[in-house]
């Protein structure tokens, strides 16, 4: 199956799916952490987006694109995938259809997470992570045993610089005004299907399970 996961910052894309390429057994990609690895590796890429990320802007096109083709290998775009922050812009979505084509593959499903500002920011104010292995903690939702601490290796968990509040507002200004034509797009394919985003993790789980479900019956 290659799925789609659309939505503001913070609304669960990223913890969504890691729990279904888990039970499809499909890749998980990231661009957020793709980028993320490349400034953490002080990488010319890193280096470039880390720019754009700290504002909380889109990184260029021109830097996306390859980075995704790079990935969606054949074994990949078989296998099947979930695309986590990607496609972030209408040319994207077009030049991600595009190379799709070329390879004989389309998308299955785009799913929207549907969450108010209010949730989006009080979520990305207690998130954490591990600088080591990149296990994801938030206050309150999900504690580490030990404060401040990662539960599988036991180093000092951070905060993301784009978490910051005054940067959190700009992400949501930059998916209102960018990103979110691409529901539209999506929408007329009859590929989009909503899935509402508040609540307890495992209950919104469930929800997309169900829709998956429905898609794959339909
Ligand atoms: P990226 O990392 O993709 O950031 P984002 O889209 O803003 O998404 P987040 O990771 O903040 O949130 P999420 O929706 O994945 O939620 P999560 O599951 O983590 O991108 C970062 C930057 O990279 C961009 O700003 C841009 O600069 C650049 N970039 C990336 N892709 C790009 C592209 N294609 N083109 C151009 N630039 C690009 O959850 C958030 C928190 O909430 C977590 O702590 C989690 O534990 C918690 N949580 C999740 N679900 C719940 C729940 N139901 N209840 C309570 N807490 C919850």
Redesign the pocket.
């Known amino acids: 199956m290659n799925l789609i996961f659309l939505?503001p910052?913070?609304?669960?894309?990223?913890?969504?799916a890691k729990m279904i390429s888990e039970t499809l057994d499909i890749k998980h990609l990231?661009?957020?952490?793709i980028?993320r690895e490349a400034v953490a590796a002080g990488s010319e890429l890193g280096m470039k987006a880390k720019v754009?990320?700290d504002k909380?802007?889109?990184?260029p096109d021109q830097y996306?694109m390859g980075m995704i083709e790079e990935r969606l290998q054949s074994r990949v775009l078989d296998d099947g995938f979930v695309l986590?922050?990607?496609?972030?812009t209408v040319a994207?979505a077009e030049a991600l259809a595009m190379m799709l084509a070329r390879y004989g593959k389309d998308i299955d499903k785009a799913i929207l997470?549907d969450v108010s500002d209010e949730e989006v920011i009080k979520?990305?104010s207690?998130?954490l992570y591990c600088p080591v292995c990149n296990a994801?903690y938030?206050y309150p939702?999900?504690l580490p045993k030990r404060q401040g601490r990662c539960d599988h290796d036991g180093a000092e968990l951070r905060r993301r610089p784009?978490d910051e509040e005054n940067v959190v507002k700009n992400?949501l200004g930059v998916y209102r005004k960018q990103t979110e034509p691409i529901i539209d797009y999506y929408r007329k394919q009859s590929l989009l299907t909503n899935v509402k985003?508040?609540?307890?993790?495992d209950s919104?789980y469930k929800e997309l399970l169900k829709v998956l479900k429905e898609n794959q019956e339909a």
């Not at 990231?30 to 952490?33: A, K, L, Y």
């Not at 986590?84 to 972030?88: I, L, M, T």
């Open positions: 939505g910052p913070g609304s669960g894309k990223g913890t969504q990231s661009t957020g952490d980028l754009h990320m909380g802007d889109l990184v996306i986590d922050g990607f496609p972030r994207q997470f979520r990305l207690g998130r994801g938030n939702s999900r784009d992400r985003a508040e609540g307890p993790i919104i």
